[in-house]
């Protein structure tokens, strides 16, 4: 089945890393993604990960994946309170197809 | 060259009644897909076209729920008999083509059904 799970709450203090962390059960999942969602906002893709990548950097952001554990994480250096958001995993069986989602961790940045 | 676009933004509506809601893809983007958010829940896939047909109807919960996409641009999901558990917000993607993977959201349609 396809499921993805994902810890609901995370806080940390301006400046710090977050990490936020995630699992998922589809091992055909091509791609696995990170989105980000503003209060009244749409959704923002932030980053993804080819499946036959362990790690994606790109500035703040460090995608690491442990494909045998089905388990992705997401690091954000030096946290600032604009990354207050709910942030969400997804993982795309068969590539191009849906998208399915775990329900988001909220992160609160504070001073 | 705008972002994804939906209407209504906002959309009130009586137990029972029909509800359509739009969405404007990116232009010359030939993917489109319809997602459900409920409150507190990460979005729940519907439906995904390609072109004008839908390629997976899979997460249509059931017969009351329609979407199409005659031109292979501008897509409508229909919903009759609103139910209030139909209540949530409404998100349209829309992805270039084969050969990329990102899906670009637009801002939702918030359903109320009371």
């Known amino acids: 089945g396809e499921d993805v799970e994902q810890s609901l709450f995370l806080s940390v203090r301006e400046g710090d890393s977050s990490v936020i962390n995630c699992t998922y059960t589809d091992s055909s999942s091509t791609y696995l993604y990170w989105y980000k969602q503003e209060p009244g906002a749409g959704l923002q893709l932030l980053t993804y990960i080819f499946s036959n990548m362990d790690m994606k950097q790109d500035q703040r952001l460090t995608v690491l994946l442990n494909k045998k554990d089905k388990h992705l994480s997401l690091r954000i250096a030096d946290t600032q309170t604009g990354d207050s958001a709910i942030y969400f995993c997804?993982?795309?069986?068969?590539?191009?197809?849906?998208?399915?989602f775990g329900a988001g961790t909220r992160l609160a940045v504070h001073p | 060259g705008a972002g994804v676009s939906q209407t209504p933004s906002n959309k009130v509506t009586e137990k029972g009644k029909y509800v359509e809601l739009r969405c404007d893809p990116i232009?010359?983007?030939?993917?489109l897909y319809w997602y459900r958010q409920s409150l507190g829940q990460g979005p729940e896939f519907l439906i995904y076209f390609q072109g004008t047909g839908a390629a997976d109807d899979s997460g249509l919960p059931n017969d009351r729920f329609f979407a199409v996409r005659p031109e292979g641009s501008v897509s409508t999901l229909k919903i009759q008999r609103t139910e209030r558990g139909d209540s949530a917000v409404y998100l349209c993607?829309?992805?270039?083509?084969?050969?990329?993977?990102?899906?670009?959201f637009g801002p939702g349609t918030r359903l109320t059904v009371t």
């Open positions: 997804a993982e795309s069986p068969g590539g191009y197809n849906k998208l399915i």
């Open positions: 232009s010359g983007h030939t993917a």
């Open positions: 993607a829309s992805r270039v083509a084969s050969g990329t993977y990102e899906q670009y």
